[in-house]
């Protein structure tokens, strides 16, 4: 069982790495030579790439930082299909249930890695992509229907964060209506309410109605360590 369990402990913490690495950061770093949290809203994320270098690096940006959540969650399933060749599972050890378990362990992991990177000191983006890049892998219907309220409130609105918040919100509600394991459940939960909280600024200048839609800048460029 000890083997087991630091088998399961590793993937974790390589989800969390996975997480960390700081895709936005780098590409700034090293096509402009400024550090990205010192420009915008101060986050690593795919939005403020955008606003900073354009739509190329953005989109490269939300793709890199989708993959990752996508990594993250084949991690577990190339672990239980490992352990289970190798009959490295214990017997007392239910792998449907386990591996409903470790999937959200691991999505959890790689959602706080991209927000809170270990080679960032602990800052990062707002984990939207990496989000839907966990959706993707774990029920790939969720993950279209999510991303279907997030273009529609975009288009509609042409404001970034209010999409993402809907598309939080909204994750968790699919996720009951598709009859997806509790587990499951309990990550859209989880990760919905650490997007909109990952927000917060946000939320308070679209209450205000400073926040800046698509093409628009910040007016206040004060770092915030938070987008996608």
Same mark, same amino acid.
């Given at each position: ?88 599972? =214990? ?91 509790? =587990? ?45």
């Amino acid at each position: 069982m000890s083997t087991w369990l630091i088998l399961c402990g590793a993937i974790l913490f390589v989800a969390y790495l996975l997480g960390s690495l700081p895709t936005g950061y780098t590409v700034v770093k090293l096509l402009k030579g400024i550090d990205i949290r010192e420009v915008g809203s101060g986050s690593t994320g795919a939005t403020n790439v955008l606003r900073t270098l354009g739509k190329g690096p953005g989109a490269f940006v939300l793709l890199i930082d989708c993959l990752k959540g996508v990594l993250a969650i084949f991690l577990v399933y190339w672990l239980f299909n490992f352990a289970q060749n190798q009959d490295l599972i =214990p017997s007392t050890v239910n792998p449907g249930i386990w591996q409903a378990w470790m999937v959200t362990l691991a999505g959890l992991a790689v959602v706080l890695g991209h927000s809170k990177s270990i080679f960032l000191g602990f800052t990062g983006g707002k984990s939207v992509a990496t989000s839907l890049g966990v959706l993707l892998a774990m029920n790939w219907q969720v993950a279209l229907a999510t991303a279907g309220v997030f273009a529609v409130v975009v288009a509609i609105s042409r404001i970034v964060s209010l999409s993402s918040i809907s598309g939080a919100i909204a994750v968790s509600i699919f996720m009951v209506l598709l009859h997806q394991p509790l =587990p499951y459940i309990l990550f859209g939960v989880a990760a919905g309410l650490y997007v909109i909280l990952r927000h917060r600024t946000n939320i308070e200048r679209i209450i205000a109605g400073t926040e800046p839609k698509l093409g628009q800048k910040l007016q206040t460029e004060t770092p915030e360590s938070v987008n996608i």
